[in-house]
């Protein structure tokens, strides 16, 4: 009978990579603004190099400040698996650092979403394998567990299930839901192409800003 606490299921394959390519470039807010502001981290931060990650969520549930169920998980992983690790935001032991990063960059794995601590935050940063955090602790950790990988888990108190779209930059990490895709990747391409027409406008001065002060009138603003 296997100890309550621990489990490991296989990770499910619905996202394709057509789906992968047309989000690879979009900037997080602009998913964000598709998605109506409603979903997403806001304690994570990126420490790779570049901040960019993408790939399908492997997701793990890790007791605090051990990482037995992550290294499990690096040996399940396929390449361009994006490994999320709900660690209970937990700052004082790391669950990751330059050993377990460069063992998953060697597979292919895209990167770390960790709702707790990493180390060897020099070397993650020079690098552009991905991993964003909490926090930063150089204190090792515990590899008992308990632990399970592939249930619903909860990093920054965003939902994320097994096998969902995972976007990040620097402005934070994004789930999202398979059967969503198609349908917001055709919002989020109107929205940047909207930004693209407004930076020009502002670049060559023909930005109308005449709903600041039509705005105000509505609120009763004498101007």
């Not at 552009?128 to 108190?157: Q, T």
Request: hydrophobic share 40%; charged share 20%.
């Amino acid at each position: 009978m296997t100890q309550l606490g621990f489990s490991v299921q296989p990770t499910p394959r619905l996202v394709s990579d057509a789906q992968i390519a047309t989000f690879r470039d979009f900037a997080v807010a602009n998913i964000s603004d598709a998605m109506s502001r409603t979903n997403g981290t806001s304690h994570l931060r990126p420490y790779h190099r570049n901040g960019r990650l993408i790939g399908r969520a492997l997701t793990v549930k890790t007791a605090p400040g051990d990482n037995l169920m992550v290294h499990k998980a690096i040996e399940m992983a396929q390449p361009g698996d994006v490994i999320m690790v709900d660690a209970g935001g937990y700052l004082l032991s790391a669950v990751v650092g330059e050993l377990m990063s460069t063992t998953a960059a060697h597979k292919g794995i895209a990167g770390f979403v960790i709702d707790g601590a990493i180390r060897d935050s020099e070397v993650i940063g020079k690098g552009d394998f991905g991993a964003f955090a909490r926090g930063v602790a150089h204190r090792g950790p515990y590899k008992e567990g308990p632990g399970e990988i592939n249930v619903p888990i909860s990093i920054d108190g965003m939902v994320t299930m097994p096998g969902d779209l995972i976007v990040g930059d620097h402005d934070g990490v994004l789930a999202i839901r398979p059967n969503t895709l198609d349908a917001l990747g055709a919002l989020v391409a109107d929205i940047e192409e909207k930004e693209k027409k407004i930076l020009l406008s502002i670049a060559n001065g023909t930005i109308d800003k005449s709903w600041i002060d039509e705005t105000l009138r509505r609120k009763g603003v004498d101007i």
